[in-house]
């Protein structure tokens, strides 16, 4: 009886606490208002830049804190707070998403999802949320979509994606067009098959499910060796952009399972790939692979930025990606397919001995590929030229920020590994694998800062430590960025690099930046909450003698203004 009364109570409060919701339609996610942030990365083109500049330049080191919230969790807090006319949602590690009020950080109800006692989480993290019509969706742990009531927090519908059981999780927020809600799996490293499916926003049904791994009969199966298409791995970690006008959605992928590419020989479409779905069916019309047959865990989920750039003279439809195999890659998009226009390294890379230059397919070096008993060395690490953390960027100052690891090589020990179903597959002999820090390295992370027109670098900001950084760029010439273990949220001139404000928090910050507007003042906001990868390269590096600080977990949102 208690606890009835209880939930009743609670029921009642979530109730009072909520106010009139604008709901989201397809007219306003095509063209999102400056004063809302409602996606992963702002908007569909994946720019994460705003038109907002009631803070700018002048006046940004008057910017303090407005208000905090604590989540009361550890572990890696990496999603974008997500606004819509007053209402915020955040998601946490666990698969907390709670509703607060923009303005004063007050909390209108929360969502926590009763996750399966027996799962591993490999990665426990959430990385935000999808909103469409009054719902709010978030993709959970057990691998299900749940759609909530966005004032009352309730749960609408819930459909099962795959079974967590056999290694799938997800992690990322859910990308929301033509009415569809789509997702991609995690798990590549339990040896599952990757997909990306799309299920009616409205009722939670299935709509399509398009495979990362061609299965027998379709193209690009005869790339993976007898049946190790069924336990290749090929991950979708992060949210897609979305073309309007030709209905096409681009996915990044990671790369196959287990990780040396000699137990499973040939190119592996369409792992560490950009992949083109057509909205309506799922349909793969087009793709570009960064590198084949990968073996250093270089995934290229990372999500390809929609940017028209110049080149001898010609405006290109570009997709634009900072890869984790070191590269910057420009390509072209189309009706369908997508090609290559051209590529160069941001940070040192020893793996690519060339590029094609018609089709930008690298060649190896061959003793730089790891290999299953044979301990080989390679630049960038594992971790990447830069790993997951989105980059930005501006149309105002023509410039992609990049949030960049370099100084930084590893070696890896390949070793013989069977499947078995919901363990690890990934092979490697963890104990002789390590990071290789360049003796002279004065600084690991940058800030890097290229114009897309020349494909040349303007400005960098090094910093001693290693950077997980997810950026944010404004028209009021702003990019905002933390991600280094001295735990602060630092804003740099957007023209010349130069540091103009920044603010020590409680942990490191992983979380994406945003920016919004209540009652005519804009606000900044971050989740900031070290662990998962980023707490993970600090152990390594301690491994190999690197003075690297102490980051003390827990998750804390910072909302800022002016004074």
Do not use: C
């Given at each position: 009886m208690g606890k009835s009364l209880g939930m009743l109570a609670a029921l009642f409060l979530s109730i009072a606490a909520a106010g009139e919701y604008t709901p989201v339609t397809d007219e306003r996610l095509l063209e999102p208002e400056p004063a809302n942030w409602l996606m992963y990365r702002g908007s569909y083109d994946a720019h994460g830049y705003s038109e907002l500049d009631e803070i700018n330049t002048r006046n940004v080191k008057r910017l303090e804190p407005k208000w905090l919230f604590s989540t009361g969790l550890r572990e890696g807090h990496q999603a974008p707070p997500i606004v819509n006319d007053g209402y915020m949602f955040i998601t946490t590690p666990n698969n907390h998403l709670i509703a607060l009020d923009a303005a004063s950080g007050e909390q209108r109800w929360k969502y926590v999802r009763d996750l399966p006692e027996d799962q591993y989480q490999m990665h426990p993290t959430n990385r935000g949320v999808g909103l469409y019509g009054d719902l709010v969706f978030m993709a959970t742990a057990d691998c299900f979509v749940v759609a909530l009531n966005a004032e009352t927090g309730e749960v609408v519908w819930e459909t099962e994606i795959e079974d967590y059981y056999a290694g799938y999780y997800m992690t990322l927020a859910p990308l929301v067009a033509d009415g569809k809600v789509m997702v991609g799996v995690s798990g590549g490293e339990f040896g599952i098959r990757g997909f990306v499916a799309a299920l009616d926003a409205m009722s939670g049904e299935e709509v399509w499910r398009t495979f990362t791994i061609p299965g027998p009969g379709e193209p690009g199966n005869e790339s993976w060796p007898g049946d190790s298409w069924k336990t290749g791995g090929v991950p979708v970690w992060l949210t897609g952009s979305y073309d309007h006008e030709r209905r096409l959605t681009y996915w990044g992928t990671g790369n196959g399972g287990p990780w040396m590419g000699d137990t499973r020989p040939g190119d592996n479409l369409y792992a560490t790939s950009v992949i083109a779905l057509d909205v309506a069916t799922g349909e793969i019309r087009g793709h570009h692979q960064y590198h084949w047959n990968d073996s250093w865990d270089w995934d290229e989920v990372s999500t390809p930025m929609l940017i028209d750039f110049e080149r001898n003279g010609y405006t290109i439809p570009g997709l634009v990606h900072a890869g984790r195999n070191g590269y910057l890659w420009f390509l072209e998009r189309q009706d369908g397919p997508i090609a290559f226009v051209d590529a160069n390294p941001y940070v040192e890379q020893n793996v690519f001995a060339s590029l094609d230059p018609e089709t930008g397919r690298p060649t190896y070096h061959p003793d730089r590929k790891p290999k299953t008993g044979v301990d080989v060395s390679f630049c960038p690490s594992h971790w990447g030229g830069k790993d997951w953390p989105p980059a930005a960027f501006s149309p105002r100052t023509r410039l992609l920020y990049i949030p960049a690891n370099d100084n930084v090589c590893a070696h890896l020990l390949g070793e013989e590994i069977e499947y078995r179903e919901g363990r690890e597959f990934i092979g490697v002999e963890w104990e002789e694998s390590d990071l290789i820090v360049a003796e002279d390295?004065?600084?690991?992370?940058?800030?890097?800062?290229?114009?897309?027109?020349?494909?040349?670098?303007?400005?960098?900001?090094?910093?001693?430590?290693?950077?997980?950084?997810?950026?944010?760029?404004?028209?009021?010439?702003?990019?905002?960025?933390?991600?280094?273990?001295?735990?602060?949220?630092?804003?740099?001139?957007?023209?010349?690099?130069?540091?103009?404000?920044?603010?020590?928090?409680?942990?490191?910050?992983?979380?994406?930046?945003?920016?919004?507007?209540?009652?005519?003042?804009?606000?900044?906001?971050?989740?900031?909450?070290?662990?998962?990868?980023?707490?993970r390269q600090t152990q390594s590096l301690t491994d190999v003698g690197r003075d690297v600080r102490v980051v003390p977990q827990g998750g804390v949102l910072w909302v800022f203004g002016l004074d």
């Open positions: 390295a004065e600084f690991i992370g940058e800030l890097q800062a290229w114009d897309v027109d020349t494909a040349e670098e303007v400005w960098s900001v090094p910093f001693e430590s290693h950077n997980w950084g997810p950026v944010l760029a404004t028209a009021g010439d702003l990019v905002f960025m933390g991600g280094t273990d001295d735990r602060y949220f630092r804003a740099f001139h957007a023209k010349t690099g130069k540091l103009l404000w920044e603010q020590r928090t409680n942990s490191g910050i992983t979380g994406v930046p945003t920016t919004y507007e209540v009652d005519g003042k804009q606000y900044v906001a971050v989740l900031s909450g070290w662990g998962v990868d980023a707490a």
